[in-house]
């Protein structure tokens, strides 16, 4: 459709019409990537939240078994 129409417009020389079916076009595909971008940017920092989630509890689980080995250590220590 709008092919047809800036095909009509370039033969009756309407060069105004054309540079304005023209732009429309192209925002429209900024526009479309501009929102996959977007989307994108969104599906990252949910990701990311998720990551740092893990590894806190990593870091966490492992805080609780070095503890662990450092009383066990204490008391190895005292028996030596």
């Known amino acids: 459709m709008i092919l ?22 192209v925002d429209g595909i900024f526009l479309g990537l501009q929102v996959t971008d977007w989307n994108t940017g969104r599906e990252e920092r949910v ?3 998720d990551y740092l989630s893990r590894l ?4 966490q689980s492992d805080i609780v078994e070095f ?12 028996w030596l």
Not at 4 to 24: C, G, H, N, P, Y
Not at 56 to 59: E, G, L, R
Not at 68 to 74: A, G, M, S
């Open 4 to 25: 047809r129409r800036i095909a009509t417009a370039i033969k009756r020389q309407d060069w105004f019409q054309v540079s304005i079916e023209v732009l429309i076009v």
């Open 47 to 49: 990701l990311e939240i």
């Open 56 to 59: 806190y509890q990593v870091i």
């Open 67 to 78: 503890d662990k080995l450092e009383h066990w250590f204490e008391i190895k220590k005292i």
